[in-house]
């Protein structure tokens, strides 16, 4: 596929921020991004600028390319670099740039994303869905983990998602009788917000999940994203209620959450440098202990992660590194290493479903999309659609 039409403009994310979609051949993709980031991730542009220096700088320089496969994209991405790359353009417009190429090699071929990665994948899907939540992606009073996460223990992806929709709406009643301040209100990412404790939640949880259990007969395992990074201030780890927890203090905390309530998944349970601190809480739990911010899908963090035994999973997010062929670099140096790969979305998303086709492509096993609004529905929806119709 050669490209021949190349141009940029700046439209609206689900938080209704300005961000970059690019448009190649007449396919368009935009760029995420996060609310809650790590400050080793990939820097981006402003994009009112990135679409100035893309529309001057970058329409010329794109159209001398044909893009066929893994290799080529490679090579794209080695003459981006050698012009300016992310520092000049931003890793916002290169994200963008190869989301489009990767849409409109789709039409250009009549086929699913995904077989640009691999023709013929073979992977169940696992979900994680963010049903309550607080932090960096709520605001007002509401919980300090940021994200209450549910995985329906199910091998068919199709039951996964409609029974966590199902989970969903059946403890936002619950919040309703037990939070007289909750009007349904939710956060960034469609997840409920509550003025309840943390430990309330996570109680709320497993009793809900024994009532799902009970209904679709399908366990659901209980996981939290602590994004630890957000409550660490001057060595301290600073909660709402006022409490100062020291490292040592947080990592007991964690490790009690995780084996009172039985937690399978736990992501950034303290501050983005502290390796050794997330080895601790790894041998001392059977959770799926995971880094967002402490690897922000750079491999070269991601193998200081693996050194340190700090790890037993990656968060993925494609804008957070920038780069569609980094991403899959890491992506294969996960499964290479015993590292569960975590396909995620963005706190501040786009109404396309094109990183489903990606996870689908990369044959990840887990992805984490959220479950409410339009914007995660539309990565949630294309998985179903995939699944349909893969041989």
């Not at 991601?302 to 997010?317: C, D, Y």
């Not at 999309?369 to 119709?389: D, Q, T």
């Amino acid at each position: 596929m050669k490209i021949k039409d190349a141009k940029a403009r700046v439209v609206l994310n689900s938080r209704g921020n300005p961000t970059i979609e690019v448009e190649i051949n007449g396919y368009h993709e935009a760029a995420p991004e996060g609310a809650s980031k790590g400050s080793n991730e990939a820097k981006y542009k402003e994009p009112t600028e990135a679409v100035r220096l893309f529309n001057e700088e970058l329409v010329d320089f794109l159209k001398t390319f044909e893009i066929e496969d893994l290799d080529d994209l490679k090579a794209f991405e080695e003459s981006f670099m050698s012009i300016g790359g992310i520092e000049k353009y931003g890793a916002n417009t290169l994200i963008a740039t190869e989301l489009a190429i990767l849409r409109a090699w789709s039409n250009y071929y009549k086929e699913p994303v995904y077989k640009f990665f691999n023709k013929h994948p073979s992977v169940n899907i696992r979900i994680l869905a963010n049903v309550v939540g607080g932090g960096a992606h709520a605001k007002g009073k509401s919980t300090d983990i940021q994200e209450f996460l549910i995985s329906p223990r199910t091998e068919d992806t199709r039951v996964a998602i409609f029974v966590a929709s199902y989970f969903h709406k059946l403890i936002a009643g619950k919040l309703e009788v037990l939070d007289k301040s909750f009007l349904y209100g939710r956060n960034d990412e469609g997840a409920w917000t509550t003025s309840l404790e943390d430990f309330q939640v996570l109680a709320l949880m497993k009793s809900t999940a024994e009532d799902v259990k009970m209904t679709y007969d399908v366990e659901i395992d209980i996981g939290i994203d602590y994004a630890a990074n957000n409550l660490y201030k001057n060595g301290y780890y600073v909660y709402k209620n006022g409490k100062f927890l020291s490292r040592e203090e947080q990592i007991e905390k964690v490790i009690e959450l995780a084996n009172f309530y039985n937690l399978f998944y736990i992501e950034d349970p303290l501050e983005e440098n502290d390796f050794e601190g997330f080895s601790i809480i790894r041998e001392r739990t059977s959770s799926l202990i995971v880094g967002d911010d402490l690897t922000v899908t750079n491999i070269e963090r991601i193998k200081k992660a693996l050194e340190n035994k700090s790890i037993r999973g990656v968060i993925i997010k494609p804008n957070q590194i920038g780069s569609i062929v980094k991403t899959y670099e890491a992506v294969k140096f996960c499964k290479e290493n015993g590292l569960v790969p975590i396909f995620s979305h963005r706190s501040g998303e786009t109404e396309s479903g094109i990183i489903a086709q990606i996870a689908y492509g990369m044959e990840v096993p887990f992805v984490k999309f959220g479950i409410s609004g339009g914007e995660r529905i539309a990565k949630l929806n294309e998985l179903l659609r995939i699944y349909e119709n893969r041989p």
